[in-house]
């Protein structure tokens, strides 16, 4: 079993539960914590895995300090991030704009230690008409500014509207600064479909579905999580799912206990594929990214394309595609052919350009 | 000792600072200098109180009444001269620290079998890619530090080879 995809089984045997406020201890040999830390502080899971690490009574070596350096980072940008937050809802308090925050704070926040979390930016959902009231209040140019990505829609597959989250969504005090984030079903629903349409390519957050699984109380409304179309029911399903079988998240009791335990291969395999590589290729939205650069060097153009070929998991939920055990390839084509239109035209700009 | 030591009232400075506290740690960044340190149980207690009042046979007495053992002055001597090091204390103290202080000569007099000796190390920055969805890169260089040390976006929000991380040149974040 440990001799397929051996790094990204590493990498799930060692975030296991690393989330709980008292996390299990890990036996794992020096050897293995050399191989396995370039992947987990490539994907931001350095500090859970030094909690777990820490554990195993290993000589202090290159790796494991690494990994303790890495949660010290994350720790004194966690820091920031909340200073930086507070500071965000004055402002937009004060200009009368109303966001709400997903992932980030509102994730790390709920991890025995933020520092545990590392984010980069603050994605706030804002009202369309509110958009602009909220750039203005945010200082820009040489005034000091925040990594803040805005929003004013999300996935179609997350099928609510700004205002049924904003009635849900519930203040959060952040050092006397209220904070407002959506409600924990809302949250749930939407890091599951973060987590697919970036392929699955974080354990991280994996880490964060299974966090937000167990600490779904009995007030947890699993109607309202997984209301909306079937199939993206069975998608939300199969994240958890995915989060118990990989990393070991608790799911007795919850309705999708008996999905959780029957997911396609296709799936898990692709996780796996995905965490042994480190990386993910999230933001090629099409086929240009370098290419006219490319275009006369056979290897880097080869490797171009492999770069954006979509994983079954991105494929499936581009192609609004079910998460049944047919194959995936049929899908991965669809995708690729539905983003020629797009590349055909950047490609053109791109050459365009480049002369 | 001589007098200007025994006159010494340690004042942590607090300007220009955030600090975060972890488990058995204290981290602090200086926004002045843009550099990171960890502190240590025993060195993040005596940091905490050097208010510019207590001397530092004060600091000691209250460290021993805190940890419920015997505890030597130069113990708190060594913290200082590592707060002093790590431009932690308000400036300037006008004490030396003599080498006698050193870790190396407290752990050869055998004073350090009772409690962990202070220890405030500065903080290597990750390689790793620490953000989760990347920075465009016109904002990069906007960024007050610490960085995001995330890939840096190009205008079609595509991640580049690049990230956004200090420079310590210019003390800003940059993409390279």
Request: with cysteine.
């Amino acid at each position: 079993m440990m001799n397929n995809h051996f790094p990204a089984r590493l990498i799930a045997r060692v975030l296991e539960r690393s989330w709980r406020p008292v996390p299990e201890p890990l036996s794992i040999s020096a050897e293995e914590v050399h191989q396995v830390s370039p992947l987990l502080l490539a994907t931001g899971t350095a500090a859970l895995a030094w909690r777990r690490i820490q554990s195993a009574d290993l000589p202090t070596t290159r790796p494991f300090a690494d990994l303790e350096d890495a949660y010290h980072q994350h720790a004194i940008e966690a820091a920031f991030h909340e200073i930086n937050t507070q500071d965000i809802f004055k402002r937009v308090h004060a200009a009368r704009v109303e966001p709400i925050v997903f992932k980030g704070w509102g994730l790390a926040r709920l991890y025995p230690d933020a520092g545990l979390r590392p984010y980069g930016d603050i994605d706030l959902w804002v009202r369309p008409d509110h958009l602009q009231k909220l750039r203005d209040a945010l200082p820009a140019g040489s005034e000091r500014a925040y990594c803040v990505d805005s929003h004013v829609s999300f996935y179609p597959q997350y099928e609510r509207s700004f205002e049924d989250v904003l009635r849900n969504s519930h203040l959060v005090s952040l050092n006397g600064v209220q904070v407002r984030l959506p409600s924990d079903e809302d949250h749930l629903r939407f890091i599951c479909l973060h987590f697919l349409f970036h392929g699955g390519w974080r354990p991280l957050w994996l880490c964060d579905v299974a966090l937000m699984v167990e600490s779904a109380n009995s007030q947890f409304d699993w109607d309202r999580c997984l209301r909306g179309r079937h199939k993206h029911a069975d998608w939300i399903a199969c994240t958890i799912g995915l989060a118990h079988q990989l990393l070991g998240a608790e799911i007795s009791g919850t309705p999708v206990e008996k999905r959780a335990r029957t997911l396609p291969r296709w799936l898990t395999t692709a996780v796996l594929r995905q965490w042994e590589q480190g990386t993910g290729m999230s933001f090629a939205d099409d086929l240009s990214f370098s290419f006219p650069r490319r275009l006369f060097k056979p290897a880097a153009l080869a490797r171009a394309l492999r770069e954006h070929w979509r994983n079954p998991i991105q494929a499936s939920v581009e192609m609004n595609a079910s998460f049944d055990s047919s194959p995936r390839s049929m899908w991965q084509i669809g995708s690729a052919v539905s983003r020629l239109p797009a590349f055909a035209e950047q490609l053109v700009r791109d050459v365009l350009k480049a002369h | 000792m001589t007098p200007s030591k025994q006159r010494f009232l340690p004042k942590a400075r607090k300007a220009d600072l955030v600090t975060r506290r972890i488990p058995r740690e204290l981290l602090v960044y200086d926004l002045r200098r843009h550099k990171a340190f960890c502190l240590n149980d025993t060195a993040a207690r005596i940091w905490r109180r050097c208010d510019g009042k207590r001397t530092v046979a004060e600091l000691t007495a209250e460290l021993e009444s805190d940890l419920q053992t015997p505890i030597d002055e130069q113990i708190v001597w060594l913290a200082l001269s590592q707060l002093e090091t790590s431009h932690l204390l308000q400036q300037p103290s006008g004490v030396s620290f003599p080498r006698r202080f050193s870790r190396r000569a407290l752990m050869r007099a055998g004073l350090a079998t009772a409690i962990a000796l202070p220890i405030v190390t500065m903080i290597a920055a990750p390689t790793a890619q620490a953000a989760g969805s990347g920075v465009p890169s016109a904002l990069c260089p906007t960024l007050a530090p610490p960085c995001p040390n995330g890939p840096c976006l190009n205008n079609n929000n595509v991640a580049t080879n690049k990230n956004c991380v200090f420079s310590p040149n210019k003390a800003v974040c940059k993409c390279k």
